[in-house]
Nanobody, 118 residues
Framework: QVELVESGGGLVQAGGSLRLSCAFLGRTFSRYAMNWFRQAPGKERELVAVISSGGSTYYEDSVKGRFTISRDNAKNTVYLQMNSLKPEDTAVYYC????????????WGQGTQVTVSS
């Protein structure tokens, strides 16, 4: 069984930075594509960034150039470095794992709150 545990959220002023971490508790982390989603109050959950098992990345347009997703397979951890934060980045951030060849997300974390004040 796999468990995802996020950390690193908090309150930050606009223009500031935060780094989110998602620990993958289980085996075979390296085979999973890792994803960061976010959900703001009253809005649908949206995909923010993806890193494949091979290290390829994808970013949603509004975070390109500001957010960086990375993974450390030795530590079974995926990160989301968030710079130049804006109030509209305020949301609960979730990590999710998707196994190779699957179109659904196999595991989700519990979420971590990010609040950006203006």
């Amino acid at each position: 069984q796999v468990e995802l545990v996020e950390s690193g959220g908090g309150l930050v002023q606009a223009g500031g930075s935060l780094r989110l971490s998602c620990a993958f508790l289980g085996r075979t982390f390296s085979r999973y594509a890792m994803n960061w989603f976010r959900q703001a109050p009253g809005k649908e959950r949206e995909l923010v960034a993806v890193i494949s098992s091979g290290g390829s990345t994808y970013y949603e347009d509004s975070v390109k150039g500001r957010f960086t997703i990375s993974r450390d397979n030795a530590k079974n951890t995926v990160y989301l470095q968030m710079n130049s934060l804006k109030p509209e980045d305020t949301a609960v951030y979730y990590c999710a794992a998707r196994d190779q060849g699957r179109s659904v997300y196999d595991y989700w974390g519990q979420g971590t709150q990010v609040t950006v004040s203006s």
